[in-house]
């Protein structure tokens, strides 16, 4: 499993104590959304420098990394945003311990998808159909990006309507985009969308900014399980399979026991 799933697995979660009968010592709590940054491959070898590595959970290259590069980010989580990728550049970058691909295009060989320990997304536009989101969620993407556009302070009900509109219709992990890093109690209704990733562009957010993002999410709890009554109705909660059977599709990284909601 990529080290990406498993975080998103664990969002909001406290860790496990240690094993054995040690002194105690305080169990950590996972982030209730993670912050990737974006950034260019130039770069990367400075950024790893600067106190904004330690803002990040993840990083995401604009572009494939050279050797010199990945060597330089072998002790972090990372992938790479790309519209052309071969074959060989599949193999170094799972070589040299890539985590995660952004597909930037339809146009990149459909090979991209194989299963080999990678965690694979795309865009998810928010106009998209019913139709089409089927399709997004049947291929085997591990997570959706979502284009977040609006100005802090300002998410009134019919903006966020419109990008519930987009993530209710897919099961998948969703990664929002942003230039500027919302308010706290935007944060809140972004992460019950639900949203498990805020993608920054690290070379234009301000270090204060990416700060000021860090400790607001950090500040924020949990996601709570929807309840039946307040869950969305996405377009496959009720499909039906080939054998007549109902088949109830939610997100990956909710509990289990939602059930006994």
């Known amino acids: 499993m990529p080290e990406l799933i498993e975080r ?17 010592v305080e169990r950590k709590q996972n982030p209730a959304l993670l912050i990737i940054g974006l950034t260019s491959p130039s ?3 400075l950024l790893m420098k600067s106190s904004n590595a330690t803002s990040v959970d993840a990083l995401l290259l604009n572009g494939v990394p050279d050797k010199a590069v990945s060597e330089t980010l072998k002790d972090a989580l990372w992938g790479v945003k790309t519209s052309d990728i071969s074959q060989e550049e599949m193999e170094a970058l799972k070589e040299a311990g890539c ?56 998410l009134t009900i019919a903006e966020l309507a419109k990008y519930q509109a987009a993530v209710s219709m897919i099961s998948k992990h969703v990664f929002l985009l942003v230039s500027e890093s ?25 270090d204060e900014m990416l700060t000021t993002l860090r400790e607001r999410i950090n500040g924020l709890e949990a996601r709570k399980p929807r309840s039946h ?12 399979g080939p054998d007549g059977d109902d088949h109830d599709f939610e997100h990956e990284h909710e509990d289990d026991d939602d059930d006994d909601y």
Do not use: C, W
């Not at 991209?112 to 106009?127: C, H, I």
């Open 43 to 45: 770069r990367v070898k």
């Open 229 to 240: 009554s307040d869950e969305p109705i996405s377009a496959q909660s009720s499909s039906s």
């Open 99 to 154: 985590d995660l691909i952004l597909v930037g295009s339809d146009d990149v060989h459909a090979s991209v998808l194989r299963d080999d320990g990678m965690a694979k997304g795309v865009a998810l536009p928010l106009d998209i159909v019913d139709r089409d989101a089927r399709v997004l969620d049947d291929l085997p993407f591990d997570f959706l990006t979502v284009d977040y556009t609006t100005k802090p302070g300002k």
């Open 8 to 24: 998103l697995h664990n969002l909001g979660k406290t860790d496990p104590p240690p094993m054995g009968f040690g002194r105690r």
């Open 182 to 206: 919302p308010n706290e109690s935007e944060l809140e209704r972004l992460r019950d969308l639900p949203a498990d990733a805020i993608i920054v562009d690290l070379d234009s957010i301000s």
